[in-house]
């Protein structure tokens, strides 16, 4: 038993590496790209520390090159269901006392793997399993990640820190427990950091885990997991179970213990899922916490005082690094007509510079869209676009699915406000534009707040300062994270917290202690040090 108080310091973001030509981490990156494409794997279930084979497989395909398969994997069914909540209850009996420092210096090793041995092969293994060039890679599934174990691991001994007032004579104290029960992590293709962030974020404070990443990612999914196996996690923490949703999330969701849920995806499983539980609570030996981030269709607002040069800069790499798939892209902008003409030259010219393939080309800006599915969504909304009187696409709109899932950045102009590729989620390499009357700024602010049920992102640009507090004003409710003179994208943990609300989720706020609180059941401790001995009080006496 400890006889410290260990103090830690607020860290600060993981320095974002160049890859410049001639770098030492460009030619180590190079070669384990080299290595990875070279062998095959396969992929197990690992539960309760140990490997499980089901026999039951997936394939795990480049986007960029999808005759190329870079492991098998084994899926999770209802037997290895049990197993993992099996093995998270026996797991909880010695994590859940283990003390603070003990589990976060797991974290905060796995941390320090990351930024050295681990960087390169996390790296690689997303650059060719999600189709990520070497920079979208490095800010996600390095930088980002190590940051989360990082700050998380400072947050939570905040919140451990964080006691209440004791007057003389009694001691208060706070305890915060773990859930009662396991947290079900769910996690998304786009972001490597966030498929880290899910699982290990409950754990820090103590709860077991059972981990479902999305299929289209296993394999940098898995990874992590050896990672986590190597900075000392013990069997059964977290408990790796890939599978289909149906599969796995159907019945995880009906076990009584299910204790809280971390999700990031689609809108629509989100609701699915928030609907299953509630279908169940009867059955549940406690209220699950439910914690989810979703979809967007996020924008980028022009003032007619903008500059333009920042303007397009913001729709280039908002709209199409990484594909458009993110949750925070720019989807929509809203542009003032008497500023439009000088922006569309712009935008369109350095749109046509832009080179597209496989992210082992440093030079490429745009790879792959993840898989078939993504593929055929986005290119039927381009298709519905390129058919509609009220919409013109102004450059891109080629789809080319023979080597590998590819889709040209692609502008479309909407000629009405509510236009389809307005309002809903494309997930793609797809940016439509309403140009509006710069007389109707006001307005037009108010049709971008209701147009779509999303919440997550959005931009103001402007020179002019009445402009931007107008719209701070009218959107406030309209982007959880709020960007002045900048793209919608690229938070940074530990200084903007992410997430948003409507249909965009329970805007908790990954990256924060906000989020932390939520996998944590305080229990408040009251110790008299001297207690009374006769129930009359003072107000009883008799005048």
Same mark, same amino acid.
Not at 133 to 162: M, P
Not at 210 to 228: G, R
Not at 515 to 530: D, G, H, M, Q
């Given at each position: ?122 790296? *690689? ?5 999600? &189709?990520?060039? !070497? %920079? ?7 930088? /980002?990640? =190590? ?111 299910? *204790? ?5 995806? &689609?809108?629509? !499983? %989100? ?7 509630? /279908?169940? =609570? ?262």
């Amino acid at each position: 038993m400890s006889n410290a108080i260990y103090k830690i310091e607020k860290p600060a973001n993981e320095p974002v590496l160049s890859y410049r030509p001639g770098s030492p981490e460009r030619e180590e990156l190079k070669a384990k790209l080299k290595e990875l494409k070279s062998r095959e794997i396969e992929i197990p279930l690992i539960i309760g520390g140990k490997e499980v084979k089901t026999g039951d497989f997936g394939e795990c395909r480049m986007p960029h090159d999808h005759q190329h398969r870079l492991a098998v994997y084994h899926k999770a069914g209802p037997k290895e269901i049990e197993m993992a909540i099996e093995a998270a209850r026996e797991a909880k009996k010695e994590w859940a006392r283990m003390a603070w420092e003990d589990r976060i210096a797991i974290f905060r090793k796995a941390a320090e793997l990351l930024a050295g041995p681990y960087r390169s092969l996390l790296n *690689a293994a997303t650059m060719l399993g999600q &189709s990520k060039n !070497v %920079f979208q890679a490095e800010i996600d599934s390095a930088c /980002e990640l =190590i940051d989360f174990f990082r700050f998380n691991t400072y947050y939570a001994t905040q919140i451990y820190k964080d006691q209440p007032y004791s007057p003389v004579g009694f001691w208060n104290r706070m305890e915060y427990r773990p859930l009662e029960g396991f947290v079900f992590a769910v996690t998304p293709f786009n972001f490597t950091s966030i498929a880290g962030n899910l699982p290990t974020s409950p754990a820090m404070l103590g709860n077991t885990v059972l981990w479902k990443p999305a299929s289209s990612a296993i394999y940098s999914a898995y990874y992590i997991m050896k990672l986590l196996e190597e900075a000392g996690l013990p069997p059964g923490v977290i408990n790796f179970i890939p599978g289909s949703g149906s599969k796995v999330g159907d019945y995880v969701l009906a076990s009584p213990e299910l *204790a809280g849920i971390h999700f990031t995806g &689609s809108t629509e !499983v %989100f609701k699915s899922m928030w609907r299953t539980v509630g /279908e169940n =609570i009867e059955k549940y030996n406690t209220y699950p916490r439910i914690v989810g981030e979703t979809g967007g269709k996020d924008f980028v607002f022009v003032h007619e005082s903008a500059q333009v040069a920042p303007v397009v800069t913001a729709l280039i790499r908002g709209a199409f690094e990484y594909q458009g798939q993110k949750c925070s892209a720019a989807s929509r902008a809203y542009i003032p007509d008497n500023r439009w003409e000088e922006i569309k030259e712009e935008l369109l010219a350095q749109i046509s510079e832009l080179k597209m393939g496989s992210p082992e080309d440093f030079t490429n800006f745009v790879n792959a869209v993840i898989d078939k599915n993504a593929y055929q969504s986005i290119k039927e909304y381009i298709d519905y676009a390129k058919a509609h009187e009220d919409a013109e696409i102004l450059i891109g709109g080629n789809c080319d699915d023979s080597k590998g899932y590819f889709i040209e950045p692609t502008v479309i102009l909407a000629k009405t406000p509510d236009f389809k590729t307005m309002r809903e989620e494309i997930f793609g390499p797809v940016l439509t534009v309403y140009v509006y009357d710069a007389d109707k700024y006001e307005e037009t602010l108010h049709i971008c707040d209701q147009t779509s049920p999303y919440g997550l992102t959005g931009s103001i640009f402007a020179q002019d300062r009445k402009a931007i507090v107008l719209a701070e004003d009218i959107l406030v409710n309209a982007a959880g994270n709020f960007y002045i003179n900048d793209k919608p994208t690229g938070a940074v943990v530990g200084q903007q917290p992410f997430g948003g609300s409507r249909a965009s989720g329970t805007n908790d706020k990954a990256g924060s202690y906000l989020n932390l609180l939520r996998w944590v059941s305080p229990r408040a401790i009251k110790e008299t040090f001297v207690p009374p001995v006769d129930y009359r009080y003072p107000f009883m006496e008799e005048e």
